[in-house]
């Protein structure tokens, strides 16, 4: 996955997310919004084939970036937690 910081402030940043779709952005973005610290987390994609742009605003000065990545990690242990689920059947 490449990733492209188009701005990068204390409590903003703006992103693209090279070849990702809507799957991966709307479950990113979901599990964004279930974080306290986060204010705002959206993405656009431009047109039907290109690359999505992702937008978060955290609170109270939080680290946009650290945020996105717990985020991810969270995303990935949904993962693991359903395979897991799925091999016990």
Do not use: W
Request: charged fraction near 35%.
């Amino acid at each position: 996955m490449i990733v492209k910081v188009l701005d990068l402030e204390k409590d903003k940043v703006r992103l693209i997310i090279k070849g990702e779709g809507h799957t991966f952005m709307n479950a990113l973005v979901e599990e964004l919004l279930n974080d306290p610290d986060v204010d705002v987390a959206k993405y656009m994609i431009e047109f039907q084939f290109s690359d999505p742009e992702l937008l978060v605003t955290t609170k109270g000065k939080k680290n946009p970036l650290s945020m996105i990545k717990k985020a991810c990690k969270r995303i990935s242990g949904h993962c693991n937690d359903l395979i897991k689920d799925l091999k016990k059947n």
